[in-house]
């Protein structure tokens, strides 16, 4: 396929959580798409490896190590968009955090706090950096939001990711109503359970909670990264223009019921 017809043909990307999971898969397939990457988490080393794999394959992309509940790891993210491939198309808003098999009285104030922070707090940081840099360039651009299943009914995970995850719908929501009429649309991902490190931790920790997470799917499995990784791609790319301020189900059927 000619790089013209590819799905992100000649966009730049910033994608964050990037060294695992979802976030990496989401990398290697934007780069193969043909957008320009730049790739933000806390793992230095891994998001190195990631790029000089993607590199070797012949795509485009750039790491910047930091944490998106820090404003000016977001923003160095962003200028390093700007500055290396000259603008910003699209955004894959992917960090998160999350635990289970507590209680929410039994929840610590420490867990609370992180898990609002990496996923409503780190999402504002990315769209208050990522809309402006559109913004300027005239040329509109495309965020996704990855929220959850849990973003729409309690599903086993802690209350506090549950709430952090409603959050994260309600915060594409409005982005949408702002700047629809600018040329930024904005959607969100409702994420059914997937095959990630952080799903691998919960289990090792609670593995009653792996058939839990199997039976709500009606497709009887997690899914794979990649599957989420290519719903992402779409909602980016100029595809699916007509699409904002949706909570898009990939999650086997999950809310289906």
């Not at 820090?70 to 700007?82: E, I, K, Y």
């Not at 009653?208 to 009606?218: I, K, M, R, T």
């Amino acid at each position: 396929m000619g790089d013209e017809h590819k799905l992100l043909s000649g966009k730049v990307a910033m994608i964050t959580g990037a060294s695992s999971g979802i976030g990496a898969a989401a990398a290697r397939l934007f780069a193969d798409e043909g957008a320009a990457v730049v790739l933000m988490a806390r793992r230095a080393e891994r998001l190195a490896e990631l790029v000089e794999s993607i590199r070797g394959d012949g795509g485009r992309a750039a790491a910047v190590a930091g944490d998106v509940t820090v404003p000016g790891d977001v923003a160095r993210a962003v200028g390093t968009a700007v500055d290396t491939f000259g603008k910003l198309d699209a955004a894959f808003n992917n960090a998160g955090y999350g635990t289970a098999g507590v209680p929410l009285h039994e929840m610590d104030a420490e867990t609370y706090d992180r898990t609002m922070d990496v996923n409503v707090r780190g999402v504002w940081n990315c769209l208050s950096h990522q809309i402006p840099a559109m913004l300027d360039s005239g040329a509109g651009g495309a965020v996704v939001n990855t929220s959850s299943v849990a973003g729409l009914k309690a599903t086993g995970a802690s209350a506090a990711y549950v709430a952090s995850k409603h959050a994260v719908i309600g915060l594409t929501r409005a982005a949408a109503y702002d700047y629809g009429r600018r040329g930024i649309r904005v959607n969100a991902l409702v994420v059914g359970a997937t095959r990630s490190e952080m799903m691998d931790g919960v289990i090792a920790q609670l593995p009653e909670l792996e058939e839990v997470f199997l039976a709500d799917s009606l497709q009887h499995r997690m899914s794979r990264p990649d599957e989420v990784a290519q719903a992402a791609a779409w909602l980016c790319s100029d595809r699916s223009s007509f699409v904002t301020g949706s909570a898009m189900a990939v999650d086997g059927g999950s809310t289906a019921v």
